[in-house]
């Protein structure tokens, strides 16, 4: 429902910082606009899981439109934020600009490669469903091209992980590589 009356609270972002704003704001007399390049919310603490397959990534992920779903003063929107003019209090996507009288950024992190960008198609980051699927990807094809591979080398340089980071993330990943090859993919 929208009250053009009303301020305009534009949150740019629906991960968690940006869905608790709009929450927060659920009784306040404003018209909320949560915008994210995707249509979905990511439960980032599980994406170790889609990696390793052990879920799958609609199990982690929810659409935004859902979760505000009885809100009745926000609305979502799908664009990518390309700029922000906070002298005209405006929003710019590639197609437009948007209005507003109070600004919201929460647009998250993202990994750093110390100045060595280089380094991140050897070593993609685990930030969202599309690093978590590419990570799948190379994992279990390693585990694939170990078992055709002939040479003791080359299968055990295939069967070699190494992990950057040792917090929560890096460790249960370490955890669950540890489980397909010992206990998935073993035959009965
Ligand atoms: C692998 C992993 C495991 C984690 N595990 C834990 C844990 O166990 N416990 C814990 O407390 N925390 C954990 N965290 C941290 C936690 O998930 C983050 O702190 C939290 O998700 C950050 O929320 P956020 O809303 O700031 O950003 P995000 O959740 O990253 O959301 C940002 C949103 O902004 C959108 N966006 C970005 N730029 C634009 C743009 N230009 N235009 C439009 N939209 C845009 C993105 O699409 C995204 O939806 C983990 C994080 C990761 C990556």
């Known amino acids: 429902m929208e009250h ?14 940006g869905l608790a704003a709009a929450k927060a704001l659920a009784h306040a007399p404003v018209q909320v606009t949560i915008v994210d390049r995707r249509n979905y919310h ?3 603490p599980l994406l170790y899981q889609v990696a390793t397959a052990a879920l799958s990534p609609a199990d982690i992920s929810a659409p935004i439109r859902s979760v505000v779903r009885g809100q ?11 700029g922000i003019d ?3 209090k405006t929003v ?3 197609d437009g600009h948007v209005s507003y009288d109070y600004l919201i950024l929460a647009t998250g992190a993202t990994h750093a490669y110390f100045g060595h960008d280089e380094w991140a198609p050897i070593a993609p980051g685990l930030k969202g469903i599309e690093d978590a699927i590419e990570l799948r990807r190379r994992i279990l094809l390693a585990f694939e091209n170990a078992e055709y591979e002939n040479s003791d080398e080359i299968r055990r340089a295939a069967l ?3 992990i950057v980071g040792g917090g929560p993330t890096g460790v249960e990943l370490a955890g669950a590589i540890k489980e397909i090859a010992g206990r998935i993919l073993p035959p009965a």
């Open 160 to 162: 070699t992980f190494g």
């Open 72 to 82: 009745k003063n926000c609305q979502v929107v799908l664009g990518e934020v390309t």
């Open 92 to 94: 710019a996507f590639a």
């Open 86 to 88: 906070i002298t005209s």
């Open 4 to 17: 053009s009356s009303l301020p305009r609270v534009f949150i740019v972002g629906g991960g968690f910082a």
């Open 42 to 44: 990511v439960f980032q």
